[in-house]
């Protein structure tokens, strides 16, 4: 029989932060717990930043990717604004302080009411990707008493720019989003009518694309198709950037992508202002979820590890097939049978506590015999994470941790069961 001291590590690889930090976390906050690192994040706006010299360029952070308002401050204090892709994320960048001029807004099939609700936060810079949305937003621009006034406030004083989210098949294929070039004419035709400009064009890679090739290669003919906007301002250029979750494999080079785009849009000779708005290449890294062994059982060679948390805490790799890292370590001193060898992997499925059929967290990681008490982290849960999170088999959702300057913070509550009964009508008689 063998001891384990406490928080023995079994795989040191890339924690990022102590095993006695993680530990100490899970004590005071529970588990599971999403922990988010401050410096990291800080790091990864300052690289990205730095990479593109273009001087007219503003970033934008895309908060689809995560909506905590301590993070969405965390880029309005590095001189970051907002890319919203709904209303919604408009409201909770108004809430962490951002000011209607440093939101852009890119998104979909919004209905009239929402029509509205934008154009009364005065949002600066609005994309659309349909005709459709382009000629919505002019009606409502015009029509509704209170777009009116702040039309005279606003649009001309403050220069609201309206653009086009471009489809280009030949460079992403068949997309339901965008205006194809062809539209252009009937789209300033639109807003001409109504005594508006449009002034820029939005195009958007792809989501998670690593190989920078695919960005720089269309450069120009994103550029090109830019130029047929008469009225040609700014330059949106997504969105899409990837993040290395294998972490050894090839990572988005910002410095080419930078250096690429800035040599263009200089060349041009036009002033064109750029808008870069990353989402998950800038937030993807800052964050870390922990969770519990709670079971371990054995099918022949394979290991299933049973975890305190679920796919509805983290819907990423098992439901849209993406991969997040798993390290682990002992959390508990445990009396139990030796070990093959302290540190021999076994392929192991980490699963979540439910028993649907995708509740994994992980499938064939190569992981150390574990044991009920020990201890996972996933890595690289700040983008796509907590936000695409669910009450899907009813599971309260975890807390979030903020570390910063050598303390840690809570940012967000962990859930109890009485969230489920959020909005259901309770007291209805029975009909009969
Ligand atoms: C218009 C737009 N911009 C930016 C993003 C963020 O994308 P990513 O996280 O891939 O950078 C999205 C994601 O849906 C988007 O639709």
């Given at each position: 029989m063998a001891r384990l001291e406490k928080s023995e590590q079994l795989i040191s690889s890339s924690l990022p932060f102590s095993w006695e930090q993680a530990q100490e976390l899970v004590n005071i906050y529970g588990s599971p717990l999403y922990v988010y690192q401050s410096d990291r994040l800080r790091e990864t706006i300052e690289r990205i930043t730095k990479a593109i010299n273009y001087p007219r360029t503003q970033f934008r952070f895309a908060s689809v990717t995560n909506g905590n308002i301590a993070l969405l401050k965390i880029f309005r204090s590095a001189g970051w604004g907002l890319h919203a892709n709904s209303p919604g994320d408009i409201y909770l960048g108004l809430q962490a302080g951002f000011e209607p001029s440093e939101i852009v807004y890119s998104g979909s099939n919004l209905n009239r009411a929402e029509m509205v609700q934008v154009l009364n936060w005065g949002v600066a810079i609005l994309n659309f990707d349909s005709l459709a949305q382009l000629r919505l937003c002019c009606e409502v621009f015009f029509d509704h008493a209170e777009a009116q006034r702040r039309r005279e406030e606003s649009c001309r004083e403050k220069g609201v720019r309206l653009g086009l989210r471009v489809n280009l098949p030949e460079v992403t294929g068949d997309s339901r989003i965008g205006v194809r070039s062809e539209e252009f004419g009937e789209a300033i035709a639109l807003t001409g009518e109504v005594g508006l400009k449009l002034s820029g064009l939005h195009f958007y890679r792809g989501t998670g694309t690593n190989a920078t090739t695919a960005f720089t290669e269309v450069i120009d003919t994103v550029i090109a198709t830019a130029q047929q906007l008469p009225d040609w301002e700014y330059l949106d250029f997504g969105g899409g950037f990837g993040y290395p979750y294998h972490h050894s494999k090839a990572a988005f080079d910002w410095e080419m992508f930078g250096a690429e785009l800035t040599e263009r849009i200089t060349r041009l000779g036009r002033g064109i202002d750029l808008i870069i708005e990353p989402g998950r290449a800038a937030v993807a890294s800052c964050a870390t979820l922990l969770a519990e062994v709670v079971s371990v059982k054995w099918q022949g060679e394979k290991q299933i590890v049973g975890v305190d948390t679920t796919v509805a805490n983290l819907s990423v790799p098992s439901v849209h097939g993406g991969y997040r890292e798993i390290v682990t370590w002992k959390k508990f001193p445990i009396l139990h049978s030796p070990l093959p060898t302290p540190h021999s992997l076994f392929t192991t499925d980490v699963c979540g506590n439910t028993t649907y059929s995708r509740d994994y967290l992980g499938k064939n990681c190569q992981l150390p015999a574990l044991e009920i008490g020990d201890a996972i982290a996933i890595l690289d849960v700040g983008a796509y994470g907590y936000a695409m999170s669910s009450h899907f088999l009813h599971r309260p959702k975890p807390a979030e941790v903020l570390l910063e300057n050598g303390t840690h913070r809570l940012i967000r509550q962990r859930e109890d069961y009485s969230v489920l009964l959020t909005?259901?009508?309770?007291?209805i008689s029975p009909p009969f």
């Amino acid at each position: 029989m063998a001891r384990l001291e406490k928080s023995e590590q079994l795989i040191s690889s890339s924690l990022p932060f102590s095993w006695e930090q993680a530990q100490e976390l899970v004590n005071i906050y529970g588990s599971p717990l999403y922990v988010y690192q401050s410096d990291r994040l800080r790091e990864t706006i300052e690289r990205i930043t730095k990479a593109i010299n273009y001087p007219r360029t503003q970033f934008r952070f895309a908060s689809v990717t995560n909506g905590n308002i301590a993070l969405l401050k965390i880029f309005r204090s590095a001189g970051w604004g907002l890319h919203a892709n709904s209303p919604g994320d408009i409201y909770l960048g108004l809430q962490a302080g951002f000011e209607p001029s440093e939101i852009v807004y890119s998104g979909s099939n919004l209905n009239r009411a929402e029509m509205v609700q934008v154009l009364n936060w005065g949002v600066a810079i609005l994309n659309f990707d349909s005709l459709a949305q382009l000629r919505l937003c002019c009606e409502v621009f015009f029509d509704h008493a209170e777009a009116q006034r702040r039309r005279e406030e606003s649009c001309r004083e403050k220069g609201v720019r309206l653009g086009l989210r471009v489809n280009l098949p030949e460079v992403t294929g068949d997309s339901r989003i965008g205006v194809r070039s062809e539209e252009f004419g009937e789209a300033i035709a639109l807003t001409g009518e109504v005594g508006l400009k449009l002034s820029g064009l939005h195009f958007y890679r792809g989501t998670g694309t690593n190989a920078t090739t695919a960005f720089t290669e269309v450069i120009d003919t994103v550029i090109a198709t830019a130029q047929q906007l008469p009225d040609w301002e700014y330059l949106d250029f997504g969105g899409g950037f990837g993040y290395p979750y294998h972490h050894s494999k090839a990572a988005f080079d910002w410095e080419m992508f930078g250096a690429e785009l800035t040599e263009r849009i200089t060349r041009l000779g036009r002033g064109i202002d750029l808008i870069i708005e990353p989402g998950r290449a800038a937030v993807a890294s800052c964050a870390t979820l922990l969770a519990e062994v709670v079971s371990v059982k054995w099918q022949g060679e394979k290991q299933i590890v049973g975890v305190d948390t679920t796919v509805a805490n983290l819907s990423v790799p098992s439901v849209h097939g993406g991969y997040r890292e798993i390290v682990t370590w002992k959390k508990f001193p445990i009396l139990h049978s030796p070990l093959p060898t302290p540190h021999s992997l076994f392929t192991t499925d980490v699963c979540g506590n439910t028993t649907y059929s995708r509740d994994y967290l992980g499938k064939n990681c190569q992981l150390p015999a574990l044991e009920i008490g020990d201890a996972i982290a996933i890595l690289d849960v700040g983008a796509y994470g907590y936000a695409m999170s669910s009450h899907f088999l009813h599971r309260p959702k975890p807390a979030e941790v903020l570390l910063e300057n050598g303390t840690h913070r809570l940012i967000r509550q962990r859930e109890d069961y009485s969230v489920l009964l959020t909005n259901q009508v309770l007291d209805i008689s029975p009909p009969f």
